[in-house]
């Protein structure tokens, strides 16, 4: 069983940073690809960044070269570093990891971008 922590997100003004983090319970190895999901009011939960265990990312065209997504193996740890935030990133973050099993998600965490 793994359980995923997300924490990190807060109310930032335009152009801000925030970095995202999910703490995994357990080896982060375990997971052989970590995802960033977001939903916003009204909204379908989207995919913003994905990473593998070879660490190879993608990123949705929306956030690509404002956000980089990483994770610290021997944290156990991902992160979401998000850079020139825009009112549209307003939404909660989530993160979700895959094992040879099964699926996993957090609880999430709310991202405000608002002067």
């Known amino acids: 069983q793994v359980q995923l922590v997300e924490s990190g997100g807060g109310l930032v003004q335009p152009g801000g940073s925030l970095r995202l983090s999910c703490a995994t319970s357990?080896?982060?190895?375990?997971?052989?690809?970590m995802r960033w999901y977001r939903q916003a009011p009204g909204k379908e939960r989207e995919l913003v960044a994905r990473?593998?265990?070879?660490?190879?990312?993608n990123y949705a065209d929306s956030v690509k070269g404002r956000f980089t997504i990483s994770r610290d193996i021997a944290n156990n740890t991902m992160y979401l570093q998000m850079n020139s935030l825009r009112p549209e990133d307003t939404a909660v973050y989530y993160c979700?990891?895959?094992?040879?099993?099964?699926?996993?998600w957090g609880q999430g965490t709310q991202v405000t971008v608002s002067s």
């Open positions: 990473i593998t265990n070879g660490d190879s990312t």
């Open positions: 357990g080896s982060i190895s375990r997971l052989y690809v």
């Open positions: 979700n990891g895959l094992s040879s099993t099964r699926e996993y």
